[in-house]
């Protein structure tokens, strides 16, 4: 499959100081990505490459089969930042009007955009009476102009309540099934749990651990949690037939390895009675999120 997006060994230093150490990464048409990183990872400088913002000191880097930053790249490359600032003097609809009018396209689309990111009843009102939400929402809309082939999002649902959080990434899922690739940078790691297909972990610079979620959890070989519910008066016929376990309330906590899981299931199985319900709870992206950035030194 042709990539959208491809930088393969890509290094970029400030003044001696090494920002991007030899990263890869790949995103496909259809594919949402989710950046993952804390501040001075090397996620912003990342983002600029892609844009063509600045120059990188080596690798490659291909964005829509085209040079970052070239016309032809721009083209078909959308960005929205952390924080969109807008003239608070326009309406939403005059705003998006000359976004349109500056790629070439008539400003009468503006309102069609606006419906589709939730302000089409907003859409002749003064940006400067918005909410974040709202005008983070302008520049969702913005970067909808002519159907981009690579969405570049910086932590796109800063200020969006969670309603809006929920209808965001369902215009982002609907996006990315007619073939827009996508990548997000987000400290909203129960977001991107959710709704992204792939994730990359940076850590100074370099990339610590990629892949899906189960992918990422075979990685970090967290161990997972099982609570279990004994039958009344049985808390304790539970507790002495299962080595290592805690009291927790009503519930019986302990923790196995991934290979574990089964046989510890088949012991608590074999308790018949004494059960009443077994709850197994994998480690969260949260989990495996700080277990890359403490081995490497985050």
Do not use: W
């Amino acid at each position: 499959m042709t990539q959208t997006l491809t930088l393969s060994k890509v290094t970029k230093t400030y003044q001696g100081v090494t920002a991007l150490d030899e990263v890869s990464l790949r995103v496909s048409p259809g594919e949402r990505v989710a950046l993952l990183g804390h501040n001075g990872a090397g996620k912003s400088t990342m983002m600029k490459i892609i844009l063509g913002l600045i120059p990188f000191d080596h690798g490659k880097v291909e964005v829509a089969a085209a040079a970052p930053g070239s016309a032809a790249a721009r083209a078909r490359v959308a960005y929205l930042p952390e924080n969109a600032a807008f003239h608070p003097a326009l309406t939403g609809e005059e705003q998006i009007g000359f976004y349109l009018r500056l790629r070439g396209r008539p400003a009468s689309e503006a309102a069609g955009l606006l419906e589709r990111v939730g302000l089409g009843s907003a859409a002749r009102r003064r940006i400067g009476t918005y909410s974040k939400g709202m005008r983070q929402r302008v520049g969702l809309a913005q970067t909808l102009i002519g159907a981009p082939d690579l969405l570049v999002l910086d932590e796109p649902t800063s200020g969006l309540d969670p309603v809006s959080r929920r209808d965001f990434y369902a215009l982002l899922d609907g996006l990315a099934s007619d073939g827009a690739a996508i990548l997000l940078s987000s400290h909203a790691l129960t977001e991107v749990e959710a709704r992204t297909d792939r994730i990359v972990i940076l850590a100074k610079g370099r990339v610590v651990a990629e892949g899906t979620l189960a992918d990422l959890r075979r990685q970090a070989a967290l161990p997972l949690q099982v609570q279990v519910t004994p039958a009344v008066d049985k808390a304790g016929a539970v507790l002495a037939a299962l080595p290592g376990a805690t009291a927790a309330g009503r519930q019986v906590v302990l923790s196995c390895a991934q290979d574990d899981k089964l046989p510890l299931l088949a012991r608590i199985a074999a308790l018949n009675g004494a059960v009443a319900d077994v709850d197994i709870q994998p480690p969260s992206l949260e989990d495996i999120y700080s277990h890359f950035s403490r081995r490497d030194g985050q």
